[in-house]
């Protein structure tokens, strides 16, 4: 019985060292998580300040970009009347009774 | 001619099974009846039929007398008069050397999401209050008089996590494998049936009512930079849990990282089905009636018991002052999932919630503490190896 006592005694150091090693470790593990958690944070906010700057920049464009299809309207209607005309000439009709529908850019790769 | 006959008769029924029990080895007869009873607990009520079927075919197996399943084999392989063991001699030895119960950890770890860990860290916490009971079981057996490589082996049955028990004992304690192995495995198929009235008795209806707030959203890289981190940063601080905590992580990884799909499908389908056979069969083998039956093994049984609720009442006890200390914000019955047993004991937390509020969810909140608490007992685990070992 003396000897269980003992150990029991000694076994407290155990008990101790056990418990604390276990929890220091763990809260450890969550040192560990929160700062992956910040660090991710970080690394996926950067981004995030210059998408404002790149929102502006879109927007300027798209109003150039409006700007170039108006006057590219113009063009067409140009060249829609340019084409009915000959259209029209080549078959010996009037232009009236021709009606162009749409201009497509026939994207030419090299053979 | 006819008495010859007769004699090779009775000589035969000598041999028997059934002529060694019927010689006074009446032990084998309640073993057959307990596993056969395990065995009706598993198919018939459905306690954790998975584990308990191998276990409990195994130890009908051992118990059948001279069978020989177990047995060494005889002579030097190559040699004259050599003779093979038996089938459980062989397949034990991926217990006995401590190879099972790391790549069962490989398939854990692959079907573990430790998301709702990354994003409540705190759980932690609540994962290594549940360990508690480990130590108070070691401080019990060693009042008991069991020797303290043994006692260590038996408080680790308050993880409830079977793998790791079999693991450390094997290498603490190898002669108390049987009765360590059927508690702990024993507790937890049992966990739906123990935890429930502790958390009942040390939470308020007002506390089991917590409902928490959603976890946040967890990107794919932490859940990657996870078990690398947690492998390097316990390895380097406890080499003797790296074997454990690696493996689980490892699996882990295979799960997360995504190009490696096929593995982490293999690992916890195909090699943690075949690896539970085999450890399942070997453990139940280790209940041989001749050291069995013992008043340490009713020692053994009892202390893992009280193990296992000391531990259920850590993680519910801590669950309560994190209740108070974030404003009532958690749930203390996540706290009792703490215990490793995944994921039976998250379910269990999920339950007892829901019977106070049906459109209560706790599963995802408790499943934090619950894969906490695997890397709890396994650190619990590396620092009984590294004291005792």
Redesign the interface.
């Known amino acids: 019985m003396s000897e269980n006592i003992s150990n029991f005694v000694t076994g407290l150091n155990t008990f101790f060292i056990g418990v604390v090693v276990v929890f220091s470790m763990l809260v450890l593990l969550i040192l560990m998580i929160v700062i992956l958690g910040k660090v991710m944070q970080a690394l996926t906010k950067k981004p995030e300040a210059p998408a404002v700057a790149v929102k502006e920049e879109v927007q300027v464009a798209k109003e150039e970009v409006a700007a170039v299809v108006e006057e590219k309207k113009q063009d067409d209607l140009e060249l829609v009347a340019v084409i009915t005309a000959v259209i029209a000439a080549s078959m010996g009709t009037t232009s009236d009774k021709l009606q162009v529908r749409s201009l497509r850019k026939v994207e030419r790769k090299s053979l | 001619m006819m008495s010859e006959f007769l004699s090779a008769i009775s000589d035969f029924a000598g041999q028997s099974g059934l002529a060694t029990i019927l010689g006074g080895e009446y032990g084998y007869l309640i073993m057959i009846a307990v596993a056969c009873f395990l065995l009706y607990l598993a198919i018939a009520k459905g306690f954790e039929p998975l584990l308990l079927v191998p276990i409990a075919f195994g130890m009908l197996l051992v118990n059948l007398p001279d069978i020989g399943i177990k047995d060494a084999p005889i002579g030097i392989y190559h040699e004259d008069g050599f003779q093979p063991g038996g089938l459980f001699y062989y397949l034990a030895m991926g217990k006995d050397f401590g190879i099972f119960p790391p790549l069962i950890f490989v398939g854990v770890g692959a079907m573990t999401d430790f998301g709702p860990?990354?994003a409540n860290?705190?759980s932690?916490?609540l994962?290594?209050a549940a360990?508690?009971g480990?130590?108070?079981a070691?401080?019990g057996a060693?009042?008991?008089?069991f020797?303290?490589n043994e006692?260590?082996s038996i408080g680790i049955i308050g993880g409830a996590d079977g793998p790791t028990a079999i693991y450390l004992t094997t290498k603490l304690a190898p002669d108390l494998l049987g009765p360590i192995a059927v508690a702990a495995y024993s507790y937890m198929a049992l966990v739906p049936v123990i935890q429930p009235p502790i958390m009942r008795a040390l939470t308020t209806k007002e506390q089991r009512m917590v409902k928490m707030s959603q976890l946040r959203q967890v990107?794919r890289?932490?859940k990657i930079?996870?078990p690398i981190?947690?492998t390097i940063?316990?390895t380097l601080?406890?080499p003797s849990a790296g074997t454990l905590v690696g493996m689980l992580m490892f699996g882990n990884l295979l799960k997360e990282a995504g190009s490696t799909s096929r593995l982490a499908d293999v690992a916890s389908n195909g090699l943690m089905s075949s690896i539970t056979i085999m450890l399942g069969l070997v453990v139940g083998a280790t209940t041989k009636a001749d050291t069995f039956l013992t008043p340490q093994t009713l020692g053994i049984i009892v202390l893992g018991l009280t193990a296992f609720c000391i531990g259920t009442t850590g993680g519910v006890l801590f669950g309560k002052i994190m209740y108070y200390a974030t404003g009532k914000k958690i749930n203390p019955l996540i706290g009792s999932a703490g215990v490793s047993a995944v994921p039976m004991a998250a379910r269990v937390a999920q339950k007892v919630g829901q019977q106070e509020c049906p459109t209560n969810f706790l599963l995802m909140h408790a499943m934090g503490p619950n894969v906490?608490g695997v890397?709890?007992s396994a650190?619990?685990a590396g620092?009984?190896l590294s004291?005792y070992g």
């Open positions: 860990l990354i860290p705190k932690l916490i994962g290594g360990q508690l480990i130590f108070f070691f401080l060693l009042l008991l008089g020797a303290p006692a260590a990107s890289t932490e930079i996870f981190a947690v940063i316990v601080l406890l906490a890397i709890g650190i619990a620092i009984l004291i």
